[in-house]
């Protein structure tokens, strides 16, 4: 039998991979894999099948336009009303061509809790947004509370928020179609009373979007502990807007919904769950999207994909419970915190 002599080349790719780089990493890759998954398992025996009110908080947080009803799955998990409340209408853009719309987090029927221009004669620009001006329009949810009901005394109530959105589409003549439309929450949960399209646009992850017929939205995510826990006052200002530089008398519909868990006296309540290492995973998630926007758009994503027998909020909440594998030492190691 004669051997054959290695050319130079074979030579160089032969000792290239039986060094010893090639052969760790050769070695340690089944080990990775082995890894990932006992990290995957941890992460699924820790927490169990995700829980009926994390599944129905994932849907409203990415998208809040909806009837359905859900609970924040985070303690204190007593039993609660699950409430979803709205508001639907048009609004225009001004004699300078601006328009707006900013909503609160507010769940009564009597508080002003958004304000938008009603009005195409209406001289205010886009940062000068006060709740009250000339061609202004305050309104409210449709919910069955007033101001009054909440407060801390026997006979009062006490909410949380579970979810909230705002959203405006075009509605007027192709021929005046055109400009951009900013949509928003303020990223450290202050107002939107006075911004500029300027100051929009310092903040993480906010770009014009150019007019369509689609719709644009703007939604609120907890950004602390405290968001996610009961209050009987409400809140001091509107943290979501969208501004629209657009052209006089350009038309726009809009829709706000928001959804809260109520407790206290005379209310109909149902069972809540807990679900704490859940809830850290989908806070997780949504807080590395950075802005409300990247939600949104991976939900537009899913639901182009959507088929019977996997609806969008399913193809989202694998992401979330992938997110929760990868950062299970985390989320094991944490405490409480819920925001993560």
Known sequence: MV???????QRAAFARATSRPALMSAMSAPRKVAARQRQSQSFGEMRGSP?????????VQCDPFTEDTACVPAAPSTPSQKLSCWSKGTLKCGTLGFGFLQVSTTPTNNTSSFAHISRSDSTLAVAETAVTGTGVLTDDYN???A???FGTAND????????CGIRVRYIGTELNRGGLIFAFQHPDHQTTNALAVTDAQKFDGVVGEPVDREWHAALWTPINDDEITYRTTMPAHPTLAIMIEGSPDDIYAY????????????VPKTPSENDLIGMQALSGWVHEK????????RVREAKKRERPNNPWWKQVLSEVLDYGAKNFTKFAAAAVPFVV
């Open 255 to 266: 829709e706000a919904y928001l959804h809260v868990e109520v407790i206290g006296a005379d």
């Open 147 to 149: 101001e009054a009901d």
């Open 3 to 9: 051997k054959k002599k290695l050319t130079n080349k």
């Open 290 to 297: 950075a802005q409300s926007s990247g939600i949104a758009q």
């Open 156 to 163: 009062k109530k006490a909410y949380r928020v579970v979810a």
């Open 51 to 59: 829980s009926q009110c994390l599944i129905g908080y994932l849907k």
């Open 143 to 145: 919910s069955p509370y």
